[in-house]
């Protein structure tokens, strides 16, 4: 029987589920796990088919050992934090699973994700005979994934990749995360660096800006962060000689931010207080919303994509590759605003692909690394349409200039 485990149960996680219950021809057996049963159990109410759901700490090595060995599955779909994916991967090790997630891992006590944790266990997973898949949202993931078609099937030669993130929508609260606001803040106000002719460029955080045009969303103000799928693209792509991430931020929500770093609530060290040791940005995620809470009054669109420039048949040629998806509609599919959907809907593709064995291999891949023609059929056809076009000389000046 193919079985999934989900370890997870928020906004994304729920998604991931959601979908894996409305393709009971590929899933035929879906159990979600979370620290909060509740959580799961609210996710299983909404779900098309009937799953079955669990409590675990994914911080436990020792517990989803147990939990795998119970369920049996075929692969486990890491939708947990970033902290805990070393000990599911020692899990999945220790009981010859597939493994597959979202984000890399980032250690608790200081904000530098990165994939070469996760890299140092391409020997163990590749001796144990299983498969490890990383970075299989949507950025990290799709993104990665059109340029892994761009580079087999647009270019000959890609030089320069432009990520662009907008999320041109409203939720009607002060200040909110689309997803887990602790991540979310930590990967916000770390130093942003790009790569340019064969090195890293540190800059300060959200010190460069530019407005760019977003397909179906048009011109917004964007800025220049570091991104994980950035690490991996410079080893994959040939002749890569710059690699850039840009993203929208409100005026409303960089005001916020900055408040709370001034106050000193997006401390991550601990500090005491009545006695009792607490982390100000731990405490801070508690007092925000949940990001699945958001959906219901969500308006406005997510636009997405790679502008790519390289060279094909000895000319210079550039495309953007994107997506353009909206709250109302994702939130009237499965209740769930397009930031959570947009990253659950490429992490159920991807167990697809390894269920069907149209994604296989020992070792530990990165997204990019796999065959992309059957991903973006499947994902097109899962709910995320996605778009090549081809630009002209002069498309995306600003970017150019930046």
């Known amino acids: 029987m193919n079985s999934i485990l989900i370890i997870g149960a928020g906004a994304a996680g729920s998604v991931v589920a959601k979908k894996c219950a409305v393709n009971r021809d590929v899933f035929q057996k879906i159990h979600l796990a979370s620290r909060t049963l509740e ?40 939708m947990a934090l970033p902290y805990q994916d070393l000990t599911i991967m020692d899990a999945c090790l220790a009981t010859g ?62 030089t320069t990749i432009d990520i662009i993130d907008c999320n041109d929508g409203s939720h009607g609260k002060a200040f909110a995360t689309n997803f887990n606001p602790e991540i979310n803040i930590r990967e916000v106000t770390q130093r942003g660096k790009f790569w340019k002719d064969g090195e ?8 460069i800006s530019c407005m760019i045009d977003y397909p179906q969303v048009g011109s917004r103000k964007s800025y220049l962060i570091y991104h994980e799928e950035e690490e991996s693209l410079v080893r994959n792509i040939r002749g890569l000689r710059q690699i850039r991430f840009w993203m929208t931020f409100s005026d409303n929500y960089i005001k916020h931010l900055e408040v709370l770093q001034n106050v000193g609530m997006t401390r ?12 100000p940005l731990q405490f801070l995620k508690h007092l925000l919303p949940e990001p699945s809470s958001l959906a219901e009054n969500y308006t406005g669109k997510t636009s997405i994509g790679s502008v790519i420039r390289g060279v094909k048949d000895g000319k210079p040629v550039a495309y953007i590759l994107y997506n353009v998806s909206d709250h109302a509609e994702t939130n ?54 996605w778009h090549a076009q081809k630009l002209g000389e002069d498309a995306y000046q600003e970017l150019l200039e930046t």
């Open 332 to 385: 009237r599919e499965l209740n769930a605003q397009a930031v959570s959907y947009t990253t659950g809907v490429p992490a159920m593709t991807g167990a697809m692909m390894m269920m069907k064995g149209l994604w296989s291999g020992h070792g530990v891949f990165n997204v990019e690394q796999l065959p992309p023609e059957p991903f973006l059929e499947e994902v097109a056809r899962q709910g995320l349409p």
């Open 268 to 279: 991550i060290d601990p500090v005491m207080y009545n006695g009792v040791e607490i982390i």
């Open 200 to 207: 890293w460029i540190e800059i300060d955080p959200l010190s």
């Open 39 to 78: 959580k799961c159990r609210k996710v299983r109410k909404e779900c098309a088919s009937d799953i079955t759901v669990s409590q675990v700490d994914a911080d436990d090595t020792g517990q989803v050992i147990r939990l795998i060995e119970e369920q049996k599955p075929h692969v486990v779909v890491n």
């Open 97 to 158: 699973v597939h493994y597959l997630d979202t984000a890399n891992y980032e250690p608790k006590d200081e904000a530098k994700f990165s994939y070469t944790w996760q890299w140092a266990y391409q020997d163990r997973f590749r001796d144990k005979g299983i498969m490890a898949v990383l970075g299989c949202g949507f950025d990290p993931g799709v993104i990665s994934i059109y340029c892994a078609y761009a580079q087999r099937s647009l270019f000959d030669e890609i």
